[in-house]
Every structure is written in structure tokens, then in C-alpha cells.
């Protein structure tokens, strides 16, 4: 869909009303299609899944997943008001739903990590957010049956990130088979599935989790994980900030631990851990490699961290730490 036939639709369903509207697409996002668009002294940003992503590889996924991503919004709406966009309307028919603009108060917290700023505040809220969505969430047969979309996670998250990478390391093939059959007969909270820094926006008040697509019921440790990859890669990435990284790290394990209280055990913390370590390794060679770390020389250093520690014995977040402090130290 083009800007023009956005416009068309939301005229025609009475969403927009000047003739002067406008349309402009935004950039960042891989699976959807985002536009501002402007109706009057109005903004709003509208989104709508897109069949295939746009990435090098062949990635393909459900678009039904729009009105999973609204559901998610709601519902983290409801039980932590603020802390998604509010959601202005909904057209089923076409896929897509419109949510409030967030303006230039905000900042990009990927942005601000990339360019050296780390806030110990900004990684705690996110780290809270996080325990409050898995501890709200938990056992909910409410929210669990809305949310049985292991389809929709395995085309977004399992195929690319684990059995994609498990096929280009075959020595760790099996352990990552094993994992991806773990994560799916795991159903114990509603999972976030993109808990990202470029999927959080911060300001003096508000912290803003967006981009909900790939919501499922099934492991929070995923979540944790997938958070504490980001930091540790760019403690990689920008070594003059490394020991800022990893103090962020700390503070979202410990923040996220002291948040969802007694549901966190020994048993959720390895299976952090364990998924930290792999999705490095998917952060490398899997179908979403991230974009910032292009030099071979750091990519094998991940490679071998993730290849040495995963067949190894459960390790303790501190344990895994500090091993990549140590692995980073001969940079």
C-alpha cells in the first residue's frame, strides 16, 4: 500500500478528514509499513504488517500479526498506562491501526546508546516494564488464550534467530533445536518478542515501548534476553563505552529481578542466560544480523564467546559478564 491508497482508505472510512492530508512514510522498520500522517493540526503514526520483510534473506510472516501487535498494545496499555502509544483507531479490514505521535521530547534509546549516552534510569524503567508485562501476565488463561501465537513467534523469532543459525554452526546445531522445541511447549507469560533499544523511546516522563509484533505466550526469559544481547553487543560495538554497557546490563538483570520478585527463580535465570548466548551467535549469522557490527574480526569474537560458553554447564548472568568483560578486554 502506497501513501496515496493509505489516504484513500482513511478518507474513506472517515479517519482523516482534510483534504490537505498528508501522508509520509518512516523509516527503521523491517515488517511493516509505518507512515505519519497528518490530518489537520492532527499526527498520528499508522502501521501495517507487511507480508514478506524487508531484509537480504527470503522472511516471510503472517500480516495477521497487526491485530496481535494491537492486542499486545492494549494490553500493556491497561495494566502500565503510558507505557505504549495509545491506540487511535483500528481498521481490521485493512490490516493496519493508527496510534498517538510521539514528538520530539522523545529519544530513540538505540540512538542514544549508539552515540555514548547511558542512563542507569533509562535501563531500570525498561528492566521494570519488562518484570511488569511477565509478572502481570503470568498464568493469566485470559491473556494466554489471546496470545497462542506460536506460528506468528516461529516465523518471526525461532526460524530466523535459532534454526537458521543452528544450520550455519552444526557442531551447536542440536542445542539449537533443542532449544526452539523448548520454546515451544513453554507457556508461561505474554512475551514482548522485540524487547529492543530501538524499540523504546525515553523522555524526562515517559518510557515507550513500541513495535509488539511478535507477542506471544510462552518464556520470559526470552525477553530478558533478547534486551541483554543488545547491550552486550555494543559493548563490543563502541569500546570506549564498554564498562557503560555493562553496567546498564546489571542494572536491567538486577531491576528486572527485584521486579518480578518471587516468579523469578534458578530455573529462569538459566534459561536467560543460555538464550542470551544464543542470540548473540543469531545476532551474527542468523537472518537479522545486526547492522552495526560489520568487521569480521568482532563477529568471530562473538562467535567464539557464544561457541565456548554454550555447550558448557549453566553459567550465572554475573558469571557471563564478567567472561565477556574478559573476552572484550583483549580488543
Not at 498520528?44 to 522472511?59: N, S
Not at 515507550?208 to 560495538?237: I, M, Q, R, S, T
Request: net charge neutral; aromatic share 10%; hydrophobic share 45%.
Amino acid at each position: 500500500m502506497d501513501s496515496h491508497a493509505l489516504l484513500c482508505r482513511l478518507q474513506q472510512t472517515g479517519r482523516v478528514r482534510s483534504p490537505e492530508a498528508t501522508a509520509i512514510p518512516l523509516s527503521g522498520g523491517v515488517s511493516s509499513e509505518i507512515w505519519l500522517v497528518t490530518d489537520g493540526p492532527e499526527r498520528l503514526v499508522v502501521k501495517r504488517a507487511l507480508p514478506k520483510l524487508k531484509v537480504r534473506e527470503e522472511w516471510f510472516a503472517d500480516p495477521a500479526r497487526n491485530s496481535v501487535e494491537h492486542d499486545c498494545l492494549a494490553y500493556l496499555h491497561r495494566i502500565a498506562p503510558g507505557s505504549v502509544p495509545r491506540i487511535l483507531f483500528r481498521d481490521a479490514e485493512a490490516g493496519l491501526f493508527a496510534m498517538e505521535f510521539l514528538d520530539e521530547t522523545f529519544a530513540n534509546w538505540k540512538a542514544e546508546l549508539l552515540r555514548g549516552v547511558a542512563r542507569e534510569e533509562d535501563a531500570a524503567r525498561a528492566a521494570r516494564l519488562m518484570a511488569t508485562l511477565h509478572g502481570a501476565s503470568f498464568g493469566n488463561a485470559e491473556v494466554r488464550a489471546r496470545f497462542q501465537t506460536w506460528p506468528n513467534f516461529f516465523a518471526l523469532r525461532v526460524e530466523p534467530y535459532l534454526l537458521t543459525t543452528g544450520m550455519r554452526h552444526p557442531k551447536l546445531r542440536n542445542l539449537f533445536e533443542e532449544e526452539a522445541e523448548r520454546l515451544g511447549r513453554t507457556a508461561l507469560a505474554l512475551v514482548h518478542g522485540d524487547f529492543s533499544p530501538k524499540n523504546i523511546l525515553t523522555s524526562r516522563e515517559r518510557l515507550v515501548l513500541l513495535d509488539c509484533e511478535a507477542a506471544w505466550f510462552g518464556d520470559p526469559a526470552f525477553d530478558a534476553a533478547f534486551l541483554l544481547n543488545h547491550l552486550f553487543l555494543k559493548a563490543l560495538h563502541r569500546p570506549a563505552g564498554r564498562e557503560d554497557y555493562l553496567r546498564l546490563a546489571r542494572v536491567c538483570w538486577s531491576g528486572y529481578r527485584a521486579g518480578l520478585a518471587h516468579r523469578f527463580d534458578g530455573n529462569l535465570a538459566s534459561r536467560i542466560g543460555r538464550l542470551l548466548l544464543i542470540l548473540m551467535l543469531a545476532r551474527m549469522d542468523g537472518k537479522s544480523p545486526v547492522e552495526y557490527i560489520d568487521e569480521e574480526p568482532k563477529k568471530q569474537r562473538v562467535r567464539d564467546f557464544a561457541g565456548r560458553l554454550l555447550p558448557a554447564s549453566a553459567f550465572s548472568m554475573e558469571e557471563i559478564i564478567d567472561n565477556w568483560r574478559s573476552s572484550l578486554a583483549t580488543q
